[in-house]
């Protein structure tokens, strides 16, 4: 089996083959895949039957999986899935579809709006690894959209004027956005707005990328409404069809994405079926910009 990588969209999305992510990989393999996260910023493996621990395994061999703690608003006695798995699906530990007007169901709705995981934690996510234990039986696609091909077809006015800004981002932004407004007050402290620069350069490529996230809430200095005016504007234009990729799932799946160069988002689906995806997500290393002391 020789690992090799075809373009799905040339530059942006690679389709993986030769490769059973399940089992313990070599040294040549990790850095086979490092190197095509730095080169895409969307990699796409198929037929890979991973178990929970197995996809924390795999997901190990690129850093530290983040603590996914103060991301929602489940309750730990209400997990689904182990500490380091990420639960994005729409069950509840039943196994079953949550209900219509479920608080957690409603938070998760979040993940239609375009968005980088974890940019609302001061150190923000690297990659996110999502495995499709079972897909939607109607919508459920998941897009991804280009930040560097975005940042490379503004004019230089505008890349000059983005350059030095800083934005908050919160939870409390991208739910507020959809109307989800009724938060505790320790949810409300977990949520705090962190601070993110606009502009990101990517440590191994060197490109640079708009870092844009549906969890911004304003830009540092400037009036809130005109702030979000342009960061909407901003977000229409990397989510331009020709910078989108839409993956269209199947059982067994494994999606990973470089959250620094790329934003995504779920389209709806029927909700009322289950939809078991797992996500695991691999810890950045350092914030983007200065925060404000705690
Ligand atoms: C995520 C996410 C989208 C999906 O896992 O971070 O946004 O397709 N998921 O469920
Ligand atoms: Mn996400």
Not at 19 to 42: F, N
Not at 218 to 247: C, S
Request: aromatic letters at 8%; one cysteine or more; a neutral charge.
């Amino acid at each position: 089996m020789t690992l090799a990588i075809r373009d799905l969209t040339p530059g942006f999305v690679g389709e993986v083959s030769g490769i059973d992510i399940t089992a313990p990989l070599d040294p040549g393999q990790v850095a086979a895949l490092e190197a095509g996260m730095d080169r895409y910023a969307v990699l796409v493996f198929h037929d890979q039957r991973l178990t929970d621990e197995q996809q924390m395994a795999f997901t190990r061999n690129f850093g530290a999986i983040e603590d996914a703690r103060g991301g929602n608003v489940t309750r730990p006695e209400e997990q689904r899935l182990a500490k380091g798995m990420n639960d994005v699906s729409n069950l509840g530990q039943d196994n079953r579809p949550l209900a219509r007007d479920d608080r957690r169901r409603l938070f998760n709705l979040g993940n239609q709006l375009w968005h980088s995981d974890s940019s609302f934690r001061a150190i923000p996510a690297k990659y996110s690894l999502l495995s499709c234990r079972l897909p939607a039986t109607s919508g459920g696609n998941t897009e991804f959209a280009d930040m560097r091909a975005a940042y490379d077809a503004l004019d230089e006015a505008t890349r000059a004027e983005i350059a030095p800004l800083i934005c908050e981002h919160s939870l409390i932004y991208s739910r507020g956005s959809l109307g989800f407004t009724e938060l505790s007050e320790a949810e409300r402290a977990a949520f705090r707005p962190v601070r993110q620069s606009l502009v990101r350069t990517h440590p191994v490529s060197g490109r640079t990328s708009l870092y844009l996230s549906s969890h911004i809430g304003t830009i540092v200095g400037w009036p809130r409404p005109e702030a979000m005016a342009f960061i909407r504007d901003l977000a229409e234009h990397a989510t331009e069809p020709r910078f989108v990729y839409a993956h269209r799932w199947r059982q067994w799946d494994l999606v990973m994405w470089d959250n620094r160069q790329t934003m995504h988002r779920v389209r709806r689906f029927d909700d009322r079926q289950p939809r078991d995806m797992r996500r695991t997500t691999v810890a950045g290393d350092a914030p983007t910009a200065e925060q404000l002391a705690a």
